[in-house]
């Protein structure tokens, strides 16, 4: 908290040390929650948490471990399969990625809000990048419909328009 008080007072050495500062901070909840689901190997909450620790740290094969356990969880499913779909994504495993993300879209239900909206943002990357121009096309302007201001959907959906 001191750190970035400092670095949006302007101080320029506080401002380059926030990225190492947040890489340690993750390593250290990766191992907390490492040690939590070593104590709870049962405890699919600890293991979902963990699985999103692991996305963010970079290790995309020990988050999908975890992310398959967590399926297991019924109020955690559509998330898992989301973070399985991302991680996928992230390893360019494109029709895995596109199969989760399409699960967790039909689990998460049209009431979902930003879960559904993030969903189908990667999904329409999953599509773009499978060349299916017509259904990123189609996730996005479910996005649109719905959000406009969502992350870039209206530059993306406009570009693909003219693609």
């Not at 901070?25 to 600890?46: C, N, S, W």
């Not at 992310?67 to 996928?88: M, T």
């Not at 360019?92 to 039909?106: C, R, V, W, Y």
């Not at 049209?110 to 599509?127: C, E, F, I, N, Q």
Request: glycine share 8%.
């Amino acid at each position: 908290a001191e750190l970035r008080a400092r670095a949006d007072a302007g101080d320029a050495a506080a401002k380059a040390e926030i990225p190492a500062a947040e890489r340690r901070q993750l390593g250290i909840l990766v191992e907390e929650f490492r040690y939590r689901v070593a104590k709870h190997p049962t405890d699919l909450a600890m293991r979902h948490s963990l699985a999103g620790y692991l996305e963010r740290s970079g290790d995309l094969d020990g988050a999908i471990a975890e992310y398959q356990n967590s399926i297991k969880d019924p109020r955690r499913r559509p998330e898992a399969l989301g973070g399985l779909g991302r991680c996928f994504l992230a390893k360019g495993l494109l029709d895995l990625a596109a199969s989760q993300l399409e699960k967790a879209i039909e689990e998460a239900g049209a009431a979902a809000g930003d879960r559904s909206k993030s969903l189908l943002y990667d999904l329409a990357t999953v599509k773009e990048k499978q060349g299916d121009v017509a259904k990123a096309r189609e996730c996005l302007a479910r996005i649109y419909e719905v959000d406009i201001s969502y992350q870039d959907v209206a530059r993306r959906l406009e570009g693909l328009r003219k693609a």
